[in-house]
Nanobody, 116 residues
Framework: QVQLVESGGGLVQPGGSLRLSCAAS????????KGWFRQAQGKQRELVAD???????KYADSVQGRFTISGDNVKNAVYLQMNSLKPEDTAVYFC??????????WGQGTQVTVSS
C-alpha cells in the first residue's frame, strides 16, 4: 500500500521560488509515472507536470520554462522546482503516482500561495 506525503508548500512573493517534494511510504512497488497536479479555488484540478519511469517529462503550457519536475527512483520521490512564481500559480498542489498496475495514488496536498 502506497502512502504519499508532500512538503515544501508555503507563501511566496511573485517572482519567488519554491521546491515541492513528494515521498512514498515504502519501496516495495513499481511506479510508472509520477506527477504534480494543482487545484485553485473554484477551478478544476489540472496536471502541472509529470515524469515517467524513463525520465520523459511533460508540462502544462502555463508552467513551461518556469517549473521543473524531477524524480528519484531509489527514494521513490518526485520533486517540483517552481521558479518565477505568479499569483495564478496559487493552488493546492498534489502529487500523483501511477503504479505498475495503473493504480493511482494521491498525496494529501500542500498549499502554495503566491502573493505580495
Amino acid at each position: 500500500q502506497v502512502q504519499l506525503v508532500e512538503s515544501g508548500g508555503g507563501l511566496v512573493q511573485p517572482g519567488g521560488s519554491l521546491r515541492l517534494s513528494c515521498a512514498a511510504s515504502g519501496n516495495g512497488f513499481s511506479i510508472r509515472t509520477k506527477g504534480w497536479f494543482r487545484q485553485a479555488q473554484g477551478k478544476q484540478r489540472e496536471l502541472v507536470a509529470d515524469i515517467d519511469s524513463g525520465g520523459t517529462t511533460k508540462y502544462a503550457d502555463s508552467v513551461q520554462g518556469r517549473f521543473t519536475i524531477s524524480g528519484d527512483n531509489v527514494k521513490n520521490a518526485v520533486y517540483l522546482q517552481m521558479n518565477s512564481l505568479k499569483p495564478e500559480d496559487t493552488a493546492v498542489y498534489f502529487c500523483r503516482y501511477i503504479g505498475v498496475y495503473y493504480t493511482h495514488y494521491w498525496g494529501q496536498g500542500t498549499q502554495v500561495t503566491v502573493s505580495s
